[in-house]
Every structure is written in C-alpha cells, then in structure tokens.
C-alpha cells in the first residue's frame, strides 16, 4: 500500500475492515464462551495462596473448549473464504495448512489471554464479574491472541499486522466490546454489561 493509499478514507475503512477480519477469531472465542460456559470451573474451585480462587467461577472448562473449537471453525472458514476470493485485500491466515497454527494462536491465545486476566484480577482481589483497570477486561484476548502469533506465527503476524491493523484493533475492540456486552447483558447472559 503506498503513502497516498494508507491516508484516504477508503486507506482507512479498509485497515479497519482487515483487523476486524484478522481478529474475528479470537472476537467469536468470548462470546461463545459466554453462551457454552458454565459447569466444572479450570481451577475446580481451588485457591491461591492467598486465600483466594485462583480463576473464579466465570472460568469453566466448557467455556473454554468451546469458544477454542468455535474460534477454530470460524477461522477456518475465513480461510476458505480468503483463499477461494483470491483478492490481496482479503487476507488470510496462511496457503499451506500453517493456517491452523494461526486460527490456533488466534483462539486458543485469546481464551488464554482471558485465564491470564482472571488470575490478575482474582490477585487484585477483584471479584468474578467486577470491572478491572486499564482495559484489561476489553483487549484480555487481543494480548493473548498477539502473544501467542508473536511466538508461533511471527511471519505471518508481521506480514498481515502493520502498524495502521494494530492500532484499529487497539481502538475497535474496545469499542466491539461494549456492544457485544451490552447485547449480551439484554439477552439475561451476562450479569454485568461489561
Ligand atoms: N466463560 C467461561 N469460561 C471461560 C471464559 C468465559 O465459562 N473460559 C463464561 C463465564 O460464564 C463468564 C462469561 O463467559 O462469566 C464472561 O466471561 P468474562 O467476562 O471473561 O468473565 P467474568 O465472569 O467477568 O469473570 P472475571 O472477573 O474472571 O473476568
Ligand atoms: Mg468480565
């Protein structure tokens, strides 16, 4: 993309559609997890040291295959989708079966990235469901799912990923998140519309 391309506004709708598309995966893992989860909490109801749970009850085992395994087809099917399209604006995951590697880290780091907040919080000693600070709640499995390509798919993170994708995933996700809790809050699934 040249200079000239990246600044106009069609530059601009279209960064912003290919992060939406990059991260859908890791997107579809939370909201499935809220739908699907439930049943034997990950820590089975064990505490840390401190005294505290180690996850808390929002953290299930059923929460967290099931949103896995929904990120996987979901991201699969992109896949099959960019491939058939054949267009260098609709980006893909990877030609060759290394597409899994990255509809993987793209899952399974996001519902990652969210164990790893809920193990801060409970540190923080803030309550299952309690709002927590710096974004935490809203970009938990952006940073999960980051980490994980960073380490896994670093090519394909940084052939895909340019500064202009981060920084809309940075300001979009935050934004889809209050919209997809809000709407989860009003159909009786989240306590909290956070
Ligand atoms: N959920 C689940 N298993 C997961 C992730 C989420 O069952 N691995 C479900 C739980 O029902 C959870 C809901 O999705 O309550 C929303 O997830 P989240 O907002 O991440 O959890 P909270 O309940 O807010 O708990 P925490 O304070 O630990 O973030
Ligand atoms: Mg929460």
Not at 170 to 176: D, G, K, Q
Request: charged fraction near 15%.
């Amino acid at each position: 993309m040249t200079l000239s391309v990246e600044f106009s506004a069609i530059g601009v709708g279209i960064v912003l559609l290919q992060a939406f598309w990059l991260m859908f995966p890791a997107y579809v893992t939370g909201s499935i997890a809220v739908l699907v989860g439930g049943g034997k909490p990950i820590d089975f109801g064990k505490k840390h040291r401190d005294g505290r749970r180690i996850l808390g009850d929002g953290k299930t085992w059923a929460g967290l295959a099931g949103g896995t395994i929904a990120g996987i087809i979901v991201g699969s099917i992109q896949n099959i989708a960019a491939l058939s399209i054949n267009d260098k604006l609709v980006l893909s995951f990877g030609e060759t079966w290394y597409f899994f590697v990255v509809v993987f880290c793209l899952s399974f780091g996001a519902m990652f990235g969210d164990l790893v907040k809920s193990f801060i919080k409970r540190r923080m000693n803030i309550k299952r469901g309690k709002k927590s600070p710096f974004l935490m709640d809203q970009l938990d499995f952006v940073v999960g799912a980051w980490f994980f390509l960073l380490l896994f798919a670093t090519t394909w993170f940084f052939t895909n990923f340019t500064f202009w994708h981060i920084l809309a995933v940075l300001i979009l996700t935050p934004l889809l998140h209050r919209f997809t809790n809000v709407i989860g809050y009003k159909l009786g699934k989240k306590e909290v519309p956070w």
